[in-house]
C-alpha cells in the first residue's frame, strides 16, 4: 500500500470495476482505503463526499475494529510464460495454481486477446521463435480502454502486431 501521511480519507465513490462488472467494495477493501489516513504515531479519520450515502454505523464499525469476512477464494494467475511458441504460450497462460487454496483467475484481457488472435493464420505466421511470441504476448496487454467486444480487441492488437 501507499504510506502517506494523511489525516483524512474522503471516499468519493465506493463502487469499482472490478474488470466484469461494477460492485460494491468490501468492508475489507474500504478499510484498507481507509487505513492510508493516520500510521504508526497517529490516528487518521475516513468518511464519505456529497456523493457517496454515508457508511452505516455496521461497516463503520468493521473497519475501525478491523474485522471482516475471512477470504474465501484467492485467484492466481502465472507470471512464468513459456514463450517457445504460441501454443506453449497460451498453455503456460492456463496452468492452475500450484498451492491447494487458489484458484485460477478468470481469462483478462491479455488472454481473452491471446485466444482469439491464435487461431488467425497471419498472426501464427508471425508468431515464430521466442522473441515474435513475447513480442504478441507484450501487445495482448494493450488495455481495452474503449472496453469493446473481446474480438474487437483484439483485431486493434492484430493490427499493431502486424506493423
Known sequence: GLNLDLEHVAFAQNRKFDGYQYRNLSAAELGQIAGRAG??????????????????????AKIEAHDF????????????FDFSSLDALKRSTETNAPVEGLTRALPA???QALEHLSKDSDIRA??????????????????DYRKIAPAQHADLIASIYMD
Open 109 to 111: 484481457v491479455d488472454a
Open 39 to 60: 500510521r504508526h504515531l497517529r490516528d487518521g479519520t475516513f468518511g464519505v463526499t456529497g456523493q457517496v450515502d454515508p457508511f452505516d454505523e455496521d461497516l463503520v
Open 69 to 80: 469476512d475471512p477470504v474465501k477464494v484467492l485467484q492466481w494467475r502465472t507470471a512464468d
Open 126 to 143: 508471425l508468431a515464430t521463435g521466442k522473441e515474435r511470441v513475447a513480442l504478441l504476448w507484450e501487445a495482448c496487454a494493450l488495455p
